[in-house]
């Protein structure tokens, strides 16, 4: 894999630190902006395969960057990282349609993977070419974006280990089953069951964090309750079988294994699933 080439808009209001971008890898460095009149500018003149967007308090002008930006070039895959995060954040990026939604703290290893996959996903022309682009979440509170969808998400996430139908879901949002999967795909951009299995594969990866944790213990956890199809689904996502996963994992985890660059005789092989926010945080 060559170098990618990618921009990192840095927009963080707090910047007496060093944002991610600095901490990147030789293999993983694109071009840095720090001001968003510096991004149209930026594509013009690098030509990026993709765009980062770093945020630690993610302010309604700071986030309208990302939009116009998307609303100027909806071919340009956005990864969004973001420290503060809501439901209603998190629908708003997912109706943005950006390539993945990453909240804060993330290790390095993970972001490298996200970028790296990233790069594949743009070299092999599989990604989501256009989107919707909604009104900015004012100042991210779940009343300003759809109530039905936030209501959706969040009763997902607090669930995950349970059966999830979608006549209950739908039923929380005042909608049919027909009704609330149609606006579902239309505003989100991903059917619900799709959205649903997503949601419990990143749940699976989390589990996989505990070296102690049986493939059985995570599918069951995560709510598939068929060995086979977690299995197939796992792969369909990852790339690898849970129990491959797992072990390799834990062979990272005790080698103390840290990402160094990208080369292209060591392509990426730590998959992520994409959308792995956590729920939001409590006030």
């Known amino acids: 894999m060559s170098k990618v080439n990618f921009l990192w808009a840095d927009l963080r209001r707090e910047c007496s630190l060093d944002g991610l971008y600095w ?167 991903t059917t619900f069951r799709e959205f649903l299995i997503q949601r419990r594969i990143n749940r699976a990866l989390q589990l996989f964090g505990n070296a102690k944790a049986s493939v059985t213990e995570v599918a069951f956890a995560a709510g598939f309750n068929d060995l086979s199809y977690f299995a197939r689904v796992f792969r369909r996502f990852t790339g690898v079988s849970p129990s491959f996963y797992r072990q390799e994992r834990e062979n990272r985890d005790l080698a103390g294994h840290r990402t160094q660059e990208l080369s292209e005789n060591k392509p990426a092989a730590w998959p992520i699933a994409k959308y792995s926010y956590p729920p939001a945080r409590e006030s």
């Open 23 to 189: 901490g990147m890898p030789d293999g993983l460095r694109g071009t840095c902006v720090r001001n968003p009149a510096e991004i149209p500018e930026g594509i013009k003149e690098y030509s990026p395969d993709f765009l980062c967007f770093e945020y630690d308090h993610p302010a309604q002008e700071l986030l309208q960057a990302l939009r116009e930006t998307r609303l100027a070039w909806p071919s340009l895959p956005v990864l969004m990282i973001t420290l503060d995060h809501s439901e209603a954040l998190a629908v708003w990026a997912l109706r943005m349609r950006v390539w993945d939604y990453v909240v804060l703290p993330v290790t390095r290893d993970d972001l490298c993977m996200r970028l790296t996959m990233l790069a594949q996903d743009c070299n092999s022309s599989t990604l989501s070419k256009t989107g919707t682009h909604p009104d900015i979440p004012q100042e991210q509170t779940n009343e300003s974006c759809d109530g039905r969808f936030v209501r959706a998400i969040s009763f997902v996430e607090e669930n995950l280990s349970e059966k999830i139908s979608l006549g209950e879901v739908a039923q929380l949002c005042g909608l049919g089953p027909f009704q609330f999967s149609r606006a579902f795909k239309h505003d989100l951009g």
